[in-house]
């Protein structure tokens, strides 16, 4: 359903149901600032809950992204 209802900037989501102490769904975004990366996660989550009644008891705790080095040697 989060594939289904974002925008076409959602490249990958990936579930990780055992993650503690809540499950991770992790969002790879292509956009260009941290700030658009973490409020088009609460959109997608938000715009998939609003169409999605399995997700209606869940509840979003925060959304935020990860700052990764990449090596572009």
Aim: charged share 20%.
């Amino acid at each position: 359903m989060l594939e289904a209802t974002a925008p076409d900037v959602l490249e990958h989501v990936s579930v990780h149901p055992q993650a503690r102490p809540h499950p991770v769904v992790g969002l790879f975004l292509r956009v260009t600032s941290l700030n658009e990366a973490e409020s088009t996660a609460e959109d997608i989550w938000f715009r998939a809950a609003a169409v999605c009644p399995q997700l209606a008891g869940w509840r979003l705790h925060r959304a935020e992204a990860p700052l990764m080095h990449y090596d572009l040697d």
